[in-house]
T-cell receptor, first 115, second 115 residues
């Protein structure tokens, strides 16, 4: 079974600076999706960014980018120019290409943004 | 109303009570999910419904009983719960399981406390 590990339970960053959130996963599959979801305090969890494993190019969405290292099974999220609104729980997630309806989530990481 | 709405937002119940959580989605999706979110643990998938048919039951105790009367509504009926069932229960929807890219649209959650 696939597992997702987020080893850092909490991080903090100064406003306008850059922070990198780490995620590793374990799978025997060659094709899959990886995701970062964001859950602000008392608000809905939303998708931040998605990466297909067959794509070599790292996904980017505005200030958010990933560093996808398939061989190392590593999937980190970089937030540039951090803003106060980036403060949230961040969850890394995995989904197989096998048609499974499941997303396998990590435990999450709490990001604090200091003004 | 837009997105995914969950009610109630907070619920306190005794171990012998019967209560229900309600979820409604206004996105035209045809798949709906219940997740359990406990502190310092990965999100746990409980149930998946596609086109009102249950397609996933992730070994959830029978004291949790889901109901999906139509593609817009999802309920989680609760009875004789245990204190360890206290958690945030998240409802989510997606466009469908066929060709699903993994994006889930979440509600804000129902915070359940079992005394």
């Amino acid at each position: 079974a696939q597992t997702v590990t987020q080893s850092q339970p909490e991080m903090s960053v100064q406003e306008a600076e850059t922070v990198t959130l780490s995620c590793t996963y374990d799978t025997s599959e060659s094709d899959y999706y990886l995701f970062w979801y964001k859950q602000p305090p008392s608000r809905q969890m939303i998708l931040v960014i998605r990466q297909e494993a067959y794509k070599q190019q790292n996904a980017t969405e505005n200030r958010f980018s990933v560093n996808f290292q398939k061989a190392a099974k590593s999937f980190s999220l970089k937030i540039s120019d951090s803003q106060l609104g980036d403060a949230a729980m961040y969850f890394c997630a995995y989904r197989s290409f096998d048609g499974s309806e499941k997303l396998v989530f990590g435990k999450g990481m709490k990001l604090t943004v200091n003004p | 109303e837009t997105g995914v709405t969950q009610t109630p937002r907070h619920l306190v119940m005794g171990m012998t009570n019967k209560k229900s959580l309600k979820c409604e989605q206004h996105l035209g999706h045809n798949a709906m999910y219940w997740y359990k979110q406990s502190a310092k643990k990965p999100l746990e998938l409980m149930f998946v419904y596609s086109l009102e048919e249950r397609v996933e039951n992730n070994s959830v105790p029978s004291r949790f009983s889901p109901e999906c009367p139509n593609s817009s509504h999802l309920f989680l009926h609760l009875h004789t719960l245990q204190p360890e069932d206290s958690a945030l229960y998240l409802c989510a929807s997606s466009q469908g399981l066929a060709g699903w890219t993994g994006e889930l649209f979440f509600g804000e959650g129902s915070r359940l406390t079992v005394l």
